[in-house]
């Protein structure tokens, strides 16, 4: 077998306190300073799925757990909980969501067009299960709420620290998949209903009309720099590093105002 | 868990000298920039990869006698999860136009541009569509979209200096060139980049950047752009099929000599599965789970390099793999976040690093390289590191000078990611500082590959942090989400056109893999390694001596 990565195996040095936990309800031993995901790693299983970026934002270890005694239902990313005493936990590495399949060519960026993509929005009972569900503190009835005014904007807002790990759907009364509704939501705004940004435009089409070719074609022809034989192409280096050095910089604190003294390989009427 | 005592103490040193700093910033004063020889100096002392013990030469394949890091020779000098003989080519499992080898930003973006050709699309994918570095790449996306204080060709010069000037220059100028109508893409697809209320975009510095060019979407960038491409493959899957948790293993070549599909590992049933395919494009991405050299790494659970092994082994070349990314700036403490990164955007914007006394010792927007060796160099030669109770040392980052400078809640405001993940910790990063240490972030290096996508095998493409060449010795920050999307969409689009036009049919054959398992036999490396690894094994010496059985060969422990 490969030999692997130890880095991350390494219990912590200091003896540390051990509390008990309960992985689907089995009783394991764990560092008490440990994220969920790496007791589980401790207590060794080893991920298949469950584990994603190991860092907040992938959504792939959602985590329910209850305390004895407690009859709240918490959550967790597994990747940044730490343990509890006593807690039960499972992890939710896939629930089932509804996700309409529409047309991108075709959404002109209206409420209606969610609406008639998911028309369970108007099941909504505002119970507010799926805010008190995400880990990531979003607030779910509110961006459905507002997708249901019409809102869009509202709701790409509220929704944009949305990791997708589809914990709300799992408490969701009217069956909602309102992660997938979200992400519908966001792009009708950010390409159908945002301010367009023109000066893109523009340099696209001054790049594509040819209009940098000639500066990059100089800048090319000097070639690059073997690392095995650096002295091979020394006198082109020599110039590219005099073009590198020579080129202005902006300051930090500039504003979107500030223009280069250097004009060269710009583009005139760019905003 | 919050600071303790001990760091809290020290912390009142970063902000006694912190009002001096900040004055400093707004009189537009800065903390003297290396010039090319400093940097060189400190690289060629302090930089990880010049330790030639952490590095050997590779014994077999094309690169033979190239030195690179232990961890991935380990994975080259090693045998295939299967063995060929057994391994029915003849009714594969799945047939389709084009193969992608990867579910990220790469693989998804080339997967659109697949599909607009005509071509019907596999992704296989290890974990979940979606699963990558790209969805943790935060800080932005480098573009030259501002024609009045920026072009291709100082995006150009600026990546060639990065790079050391030893990137291949078509791969920068091909990149350089495409990056704005990426940014026009992902508008049109409803990307939501941060901008300004009259449409203009908002960018900012990088560290090696000439002007303000990187483009962000708050400081989940990358996520943002991960599941807008996501979703819109989603809108296509007449076309566009996903195969979860189904990693490939091998490479299939037909008798003529073009790739011609892969045999993928299910890992849940560990079924091998054939996919015969016209072309196929390796999006596999990067290898900081290898842990090289036993640093800790940003990056995703499933980055161990696959991509590399299985094209070796099918002869194509590597290159720049001498050189691995350090991202100067992960947790250091506390030790539940350890490895995560810190968004180089907190630097871009103005916050400085300090030493144990509140000191600044270097300018923060260095180029990453040059970054990452002054810390190691502050912490291990200096002696001016921040000692951790995990018995680490680590710098300071100091956040909360933003917050002096641009007003109360901005650290809040721009970077929520990050305050949300140190609040569960019980630290308020708008007040006080985060410690940090370089830890491993991206594969420099990769496969030869050309600016059209191509590589010397026909039919074989590939995108994103798996090639070589287009960063040269270093990458800087915002181009890797660019390249992604650039050769995402070229290798896509080009190996699309392949699979519809020029493609030489032939029969299937894994004999390279037999050829390779001999050429290892004949070179007397004795070992019983097979690779790709699929995943890390962090599980712990004292379960692992009770596992008897998981050393067998095909399960993945």
Redesign the interface.
Known sequence: ?????????K???VAEELVPIYIMGKKYEVPA???IM?AM????Y????G????????G?CATVYRKPGDYHIRVGLAC???VEADMYLTQIPFFPAN?A????EDVRGEAEEVFAAYPELFRCLACNACTKVCP??IPVMDYVAAIKQGNLEKA?ELS??C??CGLCATRCMAEMAQYHIA??V???????I???????????A??KSGH?DE??KE??AL?????FNQDANKEN?DK??E???K????????D?S???DDK????ED?? | ?PYPDSLKELIKKVEATRPARVEK??A?G?FPALN?DERKGVLEQFHPDVKEEGRREIKIGPNKGYRICH?MV??VE?RSRVNPDKVDLSKPDYTTDVLIIGGGGAGTSAALLAQEQGAKVIIATK??H??ANT??AEGGIQA???????????H???I??GG???????LV?TL??EA??V??WL???????S???????KTM?GGGT???RMHFA?D?TG?EMM??VR??A??R?DDISVIE?SPAVELIMNDKGACAGAVLYN??TAEYLVIKAKSVVMATGGSG???VQ?????N??GATADGIVMAYRAGVPLC?L?TIQYHPTGVIFP??A????ITEKFRGA?ANLVNVDGNQFVFEREPRDVEAACIIRECVNVNKGVPTP??KFGIWLDSPMLDVMFGEGYVKKEF??KH??FS?FGIDIGVEPMLIYPTLHYQNGGLEFKDDGSTKIPGFYVAGEVGGGIH??NRLMGNSLLDIMVYGRISGKNAAQYAMNGVVDGELTLDHVRKYHQEIDESGIET????P?L???????H?KAK?YS??Y?GT??
């Open positions: 077998m490969c030999d692997t990565a130890t880095i991350e195996k219990v912590p040095e300073s440990l994220t790496k790693e401790y207590a060794g080893q991920y298949i799925r584990a994603g970026c190991r860092g907040g934002i992938c792939a940044q909980t730490v996700r399949v529409y047309k991108w990531m503190d790409a944009f620290d990791i997708q992400q519908m966001r792009r009708l705004v950010g390409a159908k945002a301010v367009p940004s023109p000066h893109v435009d523009k340099q696209v001054a790049i940098y500066a990059l800048v090319m070639g690059t720099m073997d690392p280096i590219l590093k073009l590198y050095n080129r202005q910089g902006e300051s930090h604190a500039t979107e500030w223009e280069p060269y390989a710009l583009l760019a905003r | 868990m910033k707004k537009g800065e090319l961890e380990d994975l090693a974990l979940r979606g699963d969805m943790m030259a979209t501002k024609g009045w204080k920026d072009s291709p060709y100082y150009y010069l600026d060639m200096g050391h000037f030893t990137n291949v220059p078509e100028s350089s060139k704005p109508d940014i026009r508008l049109s697809l409803g990307c939501n980049f901008k300004f209320e009259d449409g203009t975009l510095h000439s002007r303000k708050a989940i996520a599941r807008t979703d819109e989603r809108n899957i948790f890992m849940e789970r290898l842990h036993n640093f800790m790494t940003t995703h659970y720049f001498h030790e539940q350890e490895g995560i990164l103005g995990t018995g929520p990611g949300i993940l569960r040269g010795e019983d390694r097979i690779s690894m995943l890390p094994d962090y599980t712990l010496e379960v596992q998981a050393e060969e993945l422990r």
